[in-house]
């Protein structure tokens, strides 16, 4: 529905039809809530404003009387609100800049630790030697930026930037462990040890047939027992190439639950390696919103609940707790609706900030490849009023978001956003 600019009123839902740039507030949408907002929307020099009626909360002004031509207005300048306003707006582009550098710097390096993984995996057993060296670098360079003295944000990759699901998989598992690991305070050399068992936790799938290892249906007794070996086949190739103990520890034990009902030992809490229990919160974690079949995955936020509702005895509650902590209520690549009815994606998180991460919003009137992306901790007005699974999304939404069908992860501490903690 379309108005005239001098029905406008507080309460009414408006749509500004020019460039995001164009204009000094926050969104192309968004409920009016006072006159000095009607002002600045008159300043535009738009003739008509489009409505959205259904969410509105006032009625437009009547129309006013035609009458003859007035002569030509005098220019005002800008009020100390709207200098503001548009000084507020020139803070939200640099904010999505750096958010939009900070995620391209991240799948550079997420692609690059990628093809590391990959080559590890070839030379396993043809080179274990030069496996071991690129497995130590790799986790040598990712200790050497978790150490730095930053906060961590942890970013949602691209599809496109996952790579094979053999190489994700493990390289999640690293990172996110990696993560709890120092925010438990643990030793950098205890940290380095964790990253390299992360690295080859599942190495053992290789001698298990690829059938039964990507089966997307209930595997039989027989075959899940074949599956489980994996743990000590790891362990046989672990020793091959000299990983340490405690690497060797997080293979042979990373399916170890605290309630014992884990195998292959069925030990009990504080008989499991502090390591194994680190990777045995992400590795179930992450096998929840990857699996087999994309399907039947949980969302981020759903596979978090579910851990801590329902599986909470299974888990040392000390890195499960950290771990909630930092990837948030909603972690990323959870689908949200906002307190305003916008939809959006999370984007990233800071640790710290577990209701405040950085959002993929949903709007129509700005090209997908220049989407917006609100940081909430600096958008006081706005907060996730629900978490949402992508197939109830009206399929435009769905196109533009593009939830992740795979959810894969990387930190970076160049965050200079962040405050301290």
């Known amino acids: ?49 489009r409505i959205e009626p259904a969410r509105c909360e006032a009625r437009p002004l009547p129309p006013p009387p035609v009458v003859a031509p007035a002569a030509a207005p005098v220019v005002e300048q800008p009020s100390a609100e709207e200098l503001a306003m548009i000084q507020a707006k020139k803070e939200r ?75 994700y998989h493990s390289l999640n598992v690293s990172i996110l462990a990696m993560m709890v690991a120092k925010e438990m305070a643990l030793p950098p050399a205890d940290i380095k040890i964790l990253g390299m068992g992360c690295l080859f936790h599942d190495t053992g799938k290789v001698e298990i047939p690829d059938r039964i290892v990507h089966n997307k249906f209930e595997l039989t007794k027989a075959e899940q027992n074949l599956l489980q070996l994996h743990c000590n086949y790891g362990v046989a190739i672990a020793e091959k190439i000299g990983l340490p103990k405690g690497a060797i520890d997080i293979i042979m034990q990373h399916h170890e639950y605290a309630d014992g009902s884990g195998y292959p030992g069925h030990l009990i809490a504080d008989k499991i390696s502090l390591l194994a229990r680190i990777v045995c919160v992400i590795n179930t974690y992450d096998n929840h919103c990857n699996r087999p079949n994309p399907a039947d995955s949980l969302t981020p936020y759903e596979a978090l609940v579910h851990m801590f509702a329902h599986q909470r005895k299974l888990f040392d509650p000390i890195p499960l707790n950290i771990f909630i902590r930092c990837m948030g209520v909603y972690p990323p690549g959870t689908v949200v609706k906002l307190s305003d009815g916008t939809f959006g994606m999370v984007v990233s998180v800071n640790a710290g900030k577990p209701l405040r991460p950085c959002v993929l919003i949903y709007d129509p009137s700005v090209p997908k490849n220049e989407a917006i992306i609100l940081d909430l901790n600096k958008e006081s007005e706005l907060e996730v009023s629900a978490s949402l699974r992508p197939a109830v999304l009206a399929p435009a939404v769905y196109a533009y978001l593009s939830p992740r069908k795979h959810m894969t992860y990387y930190f970076d501490t160049q965050n200079t956003q962040a405050p301290k903690r």
């Open 93 to 167: 582009v640099e904010r999505l800049m750096a958010e939009r550098e900070a995620i391209a710097r991240c799948e550079k390096e997420y692609l690059k630790a990628a093809n590391t993984l990959k080559n590890i995996s070839r030379n396993l057993f043809s080179r274990p030697e030069a496996a071991y060296e690129d497995a130590d670098q790799l986790i040598q360079q990712m200790l050497d930026s978790l150490l730095a003295e930053r906060d961590i944000a942890i970013h949602l990759m691209n599809d496109k930037i996952a790579g094979e699901e053999a190489y």
């Open 1 to 49: 529905m379309t108005i005239s600019v001098d029905q406008l009123c507080v309460g009414l839902y408006v749509h500004l039809d020019i460039g995001w740039l164009e204009h000094s507030f926050a969104r192309n949408s968004f409920r009016i809530k006072n006159a000095e907002q009607i002002a600045s929307i008159r300043k535009l020099g738009l003739k008509t404003i």
